[in-house]
């Protein structure tokens, strides 16, 4: 029963350089977040799908990209690293077709990201 | 107003004590609220939800939501060690679409 993974668990970058953050679940939920977690600041939505084909930007979208590949998939990029991007990222999901805000949100294990 | 807001502590209370954690929240989120639990370098994990005025128990949790004065609380009774966590104030925005965090409450529990 995996629910949400998120690959990688831990990764090191260099300012300026790249890399795409993977989130899977398999719960056929038709919602997905991105969010990131800082000391004292508790989770902040990064990007969010509400729908495969549809993206939205959350609370600190500066500096991200997302792409919700399927109903299954919703990656997160960052294009050009910064040391302000370190931070924990999770991946949630969720499932609330009538929209009516209703339902909890299964959350990944999390990636923890240094921008070095 | 931030839509959902946390004092983010620390809160202590000793063992056995009941332990209480405060949510606010803004007219620009749905009326639907979560509580999570998220130890240290783990994953959130859905304790409570809350839909209607008035409490809702599980255990050793009670949920309470007052829409008039636009709180809502969180009591955990006869608090244990193992407690010791950061719980997090849920809400949706008013499309239903985006799920909203507090800043969290550090709880510590001392035995």
């Known amino acids: 029963n995996a629910g949400v993974t998120q690959t990688p668990k831990f990764q090191v970058l260099k300012t300026g350089q790249s890399m795409t953050l993977q989130c899977a679940q398999d719960?056929?939920?038709?919602?997905m977040y991105w969010y990131r977690q800082d000391p004292g600041m508790g989770l902040r939505l990064i990007y969010y799908?509400?729908?495969?084909?549809?993206?939205d930007k959350g609370e600190v979208p500066n500096g991200y990209n997302v792409s919700r590949l399927n109903k299954r998939e919703f990656s997160l990029r960052l294009e050009s690293a910064a040391p302000s991007q370190t931070s924990v990222y999770f991946c949630a999901s969720s499932d609330d077709p009538g929209g009516f805000g209703n339902t909890e949100a299964f959350f990944g294990q999390g990636t923890r990201l240094t921008v070095v | 107003q931030k839509e959902v807001e946390q004092n983010s502590g620390p809160l202590s209370v000793p063992e056995g004590a009941i332990a209480s954690l405060n949510c606010t929240y803004s007219d620009r989120v749905s009326q639907s609220f979560f509580w999570y639990r998220q130890y240290s370098g783990k994953s959130p994990e859905l304790i409570m939800s809350?839909?209607?005025?008035g409490d809702k128990e599980d255990g050793r949790f009670t949920a309470q939501l007052n829409k008039a004065s636009q709180y809502v609380s969180l009591l955990i009774r006869d608090s244990q060690p193992s407690d010791s966590a950061t719980y997090l104030c849920?809400?949706?925005?008013?499309?239903?679409?985006?799920?909203?965090f507090g800043k969290g409450t550090t709880l510590s529990v001392s035995s």
């Open positions: 719960m056929n939920h038709n919602s």
């Open positions: 809350i839909y209607s005025n």
């Open positions: 799908s509400a729908s495969e084909g549809t993206t």
């Open positions: 849920a809400s949706y925005n008013q499309a239903g679409t985006a799920l909203i």
